[in-house]
């Protein structure tokens, strides 16, 4: 229970981190004596950040300030029939004072076993049949999804966190030197998956290769790109699609543009204002999506098609498109620069953990997740 509760002094971060230590899904905000003030969910956490809002604003402008709640004593069954009633998952204990005295599971009472898993996906798809002409001359003889990341080619890092997310079929796009990462890769059995190649026999674009999945999907598929190394929990991505019900849901990071000049407003010929050096932010496409099977339907087969056309095309219809802010680590291996960066903090990261023993790396993660948001 400690792990979930922070003080209502602290910023959005330190939320981040109690939800992720917790393992119960939410942070609960107490004052200096310990009573509850609110409750912040990572649900809530990302939309602030779509708000505009930051991750080192004020834990208080986000948190639910009249959050349900239990009182010590009350019984087993009141207590589950609050959590069903709500749709939570979890929620706090207070004695006769306010003061949190229990973070409650639902999963805790009814002995159903919360996995930890991303298992509502049908499939992932990850794309990796470009040639990476920004990491040339590493790429000349080694598709970029082969670059090795903290001693480890990337698409292998990729599908080890896809199984561990509990899905069990992944599709891998290829093209550039595919025989390489399929010798790599083999039939998936040795990560606990099913791989099934879809071979390009002409270049698709960042969308077309979804057209040669011939099985039907019972769910939304997860698709990435072949290039993208990150920290995502997939479990908080479904979670996300689901509530929202959207045809497709696009990851989004914040990407912020230094301005180092004043910037002159205008009015015709004079100027009305003068801004030192302001900063813009944008939430920029990640490369990740959770696509329903209705989307997925609409891509033209055996045709070249961008994941611009499909996200255009969604928009424009019910019940549209869906953005999932990522306040985890992110990086695109596209350049040298990228690619050092990536490997440098995975480095640092790993160096302060000391010897991990699993793949899992979920201590790697959450450090991974601490630095982003410092």
């Not at 779509?50 to 991750?55: A, W, Y």
């Not at 056309?309 to 869906?322: R, T, Y």
Request: aromatic residues 6%; contains cysteine.
């Amino acid at each position: 229970m400690q792990k979930c509760l922070i003080n209502e002094s602290v910023d959005i971060r330190e939320a981040i981190r109690a939800i992720e230590a917790g393992h119960k899904g939410i942070a609960v905000i107490t004052n200096a004596n310990g009573c509850l003030q609110g409750v912040v969910t990572d649900g809530d956490v990302r939309r602030a950040l779509l708000t505009g809002l930051k991750l080192k604003d004020p834990v208080t402008s986000i948190m639910n300030r009249k959050p349900t709640k239990v009182e010590k004593g009350m019984s087993r069954s009141s207590i589950i029939a609050l959590l069903q009633q709500g749709g939570l998952e979890a929620l706090p204990m207070v004695d006769s004072k306010n003061c949190v005295v229990d973070v409650i599971l639902l999963t805790d009472l009814t002995q159903i076993s919360d996995t930890g898993k991303a298992e509502g996906f049908s499939s992932a798809l990850i794309m990796a049949g470009g040639e990476g002409r920004r990491l040339l001359p590493l790429t000349e003889n080694l598709p970029k999804p082969l670059v090795e990341v903290g001693g480890m080619p990337l698409i292998e890092r990729q599908v080890r966190r896809v199984a561990s997310a509990g899905v069990n079929r992944i599709y891998i796009a290829v093209n550039y030197l595919a025989e390489m990462i399929e010798l790599h890769l083999g039939n998936g059995s040795k990560y606990g998956v099913e791989i099934h190649y879809l071979r390009e026999q002409k270049k698709l674009g960042t969308a077309g290769a979804m057209s040669l999945i011939e099985d039907s999907l019972d769910g939304p598929l997860l698709l990435m790109n072949g290039d993208v190394f990150t920290s995502i929990d997939f479990r908080n991505l479904l979670d996300f699609h689901s509530i929202n019900n959207p045809l497709m849901t696009v990851a989004a990071i914040d990407y912020h543009v230094e301005i180092p000049y004043g910037v002159i407003k205008t009015k015709g010929s004079f100027a009305v204002g003068l801004e030192e050096k302001p900063s813009q932010q944008f939430l920029c496409n990640a490369g990740i999506y959770a696509i329903s099977p209705e989307a997925v339907n609409q891509v033209p087969k055996n045709q070249s098609y961008n994941m611009t056309d499909l996200i255009e095309l969604s928009i424009s219809q019910e019940p549209g498109v869906a953005v999932f802010p990522v306040h985890e680590y992110w990086s695109d291996i596209g350049t040298h620069a990228e690619l050092d960066k990536a490997r440098t903090e995975l480095k640092f990261v790993k160096d302060t953990l000391g010897e991990l023993k699993e793949f899992d790396e979920s201590a790697v993660n959450l450090g991974l997740n601490h630095r982003r948001a410092a």
